[in-house]
């Protein structure tokens, strides 16, 4: 009996994928938009392991609090405007969740539900593309989507369009 059971534990692990998980070791968010005079970006870096697991009943996801004061926007003026956008001072938090992991080839796709001024949004079927070391994809979103107004400076010469693209990378050991 122990060796039938022994026989079935060394089969397992031969004809299960190494490739059923990653490992993250930091995950990296970054909001771009443009205006009508150029463009900006916001950053937020994590240093924090994770473990992916895919193509399973219940597998893994990352789920994480980003204090709105964290990211940064390249200078003063713009980490303010982002922080006044975003309502900091009410929502000091966006929570961002990366759930249902799914392989396929080269390809990796999950759901990204996100909670930002205390709205709670789902996109579907986000696809993260795994090139070497990391896993990146990006999602558009609309201000109106989350009943926010784009700011506008200087009368309104110089506007922020509606629509942000949030890209979400996770290096991988």
Partial sequence: MRVFGL?????????????DYLLVSTKQFTVQGTTSIGGFECNYDLKAKDTLFFNKKNNSKIAHTIPVK????????LNHDFRKTLKAKEYPEIKIELLNFKKKENQVYCDLSMELVGKQKTYKNLT???DKNKLKGDVVIFFNEFDLTPPKKMGGMVKVKDEIKLSVCLLVD
Wanted: some cysteine.
């Fill in 128 to 130: 993260l593309k795994l």
């Fill in 70 to 77: 964290q990211f940064g926007c390249g200078n003063f003026m």
């Fill in 7 to 19: 026989i079935l534990f060394a089969t397992g692990l031969l004809f299960s994928s190494s490739e």
